[in-house]
């Protein structure tokens, strides 16, 4: 089946550590999107690609970076410089055509220990 | 500046009664309105989408929105709700962010309890 695959699905960072959250889709899609979800706020985007080796800064681009070296693939690293990483990460991709929906992934949960 | 309103954080409906759940936007030009649902601990799913043409759209699941441009809304409806129809809803509209390239603008959703 084709869809978007979010690896983990629950992650847990320390004090000072960069870690990367994983989103890859087999809908061969060339745009890529990340969110971030906090309760009562919506989506807020975080960055997005529109092809591969090239992306740009969403809404709340601080504290994090995305890489686009492969269609499919689209990681997210929540550096040491997010205070607030705690939060719903969701990906999404879309199709050809700005008419199209954005399909999304099932999300990764990150937490501060 | 280009954006979605939802009203009401939380709609409560019983069962089999019709169920609404409204959004409105501003934004310049013709609007491209889409309406997601998300259940608990998972991603948002696609209902439906406006983009021209007839103003009520029909959707998944049963569902269906009416685009009003006088009123600039796009309210989300479905005639007989089920238990199952309890989730967080969310309207989007597309936004201009420049560089040729649009995004989607979120509202910040509304929790919809079925309740039996």
């Known amino acids: 089946d084709g869809g978007i695959t979010q690896s983990p699905k629950y992650l847990f960072r320390k004090e000072g550590q960069n870690v990367t959250l994983s989103c890859e889709q087999n809908?061969?899609?060339?745009?890529m999107y990340w969110y971030r979800q906090d309760p009562g706020q919506g989506l807020r985007l975080i960055y997005y690609?529109?092809?591969?080796?090239?992306?740009q800064k969403g809404d709340i681009a601080e504290g994090y970076s995305v890489s686009r070296e492969k269609k499919e693939s689209f990681p997210l690293t929540v550096t040491s410089a997010q205070k607030n990483p705690t939060a719903f990460y969701l990906c999404?991709?879309?199709?050809?055509?700005?008419?199209?929906?954005?399909?999304f992934g099932d999300g990764t949960r990150l937490s501060i220990l | 500046a280009q954006s979605v309103a939802q009203p009401e954080d939380q709609v409560n409906v019983a069962e089999g009664n019709p169920l609404t759940v409204k959004c409105t936007y501003s934004?310049?030009?013709?609007?491209?309105l889409f309406w997601y649902v998300q259940y608990p601990n998972r991603g948002l799913q696609f209902l439906l989408k406006?983009?021209?043409?007839?103003?009520l759209v029909k959707g998944s699941y049963g569902f269906e929105a009416e685009f009003n441009k006088s009123q600039t809304s796009f309210h989300l409806k479905k005639p007989s709700a089920l238990v199952s129809d309890s989730a967080l809803y969310f309207c989007?509209?597309?936004?201009?962010?420049?560089?040729?390239?649009?995004?989607?603008?979120f509202g910040k959703g509304t929790k919809l309890s079925v309740i039996p």
């Open positions: 406006y983009i021209t043409g007839d103003n």
């Open positions: 809908l061969n899609h060339d745009a």
């Open positions: 934004v310049s030009g013709n609007p491209y």
């Open positions: 989007a509209v597309r936004t201009y962010s420049g560089a040729g390239s649009y995004q989607l603008t």
């Open positions: 690609s529109q092809i591969v080796n090239d992306f």
């Open positions: 999404a991709s879309r199709g050809t055509g700005d008419n199209q929906p954005q399909h």
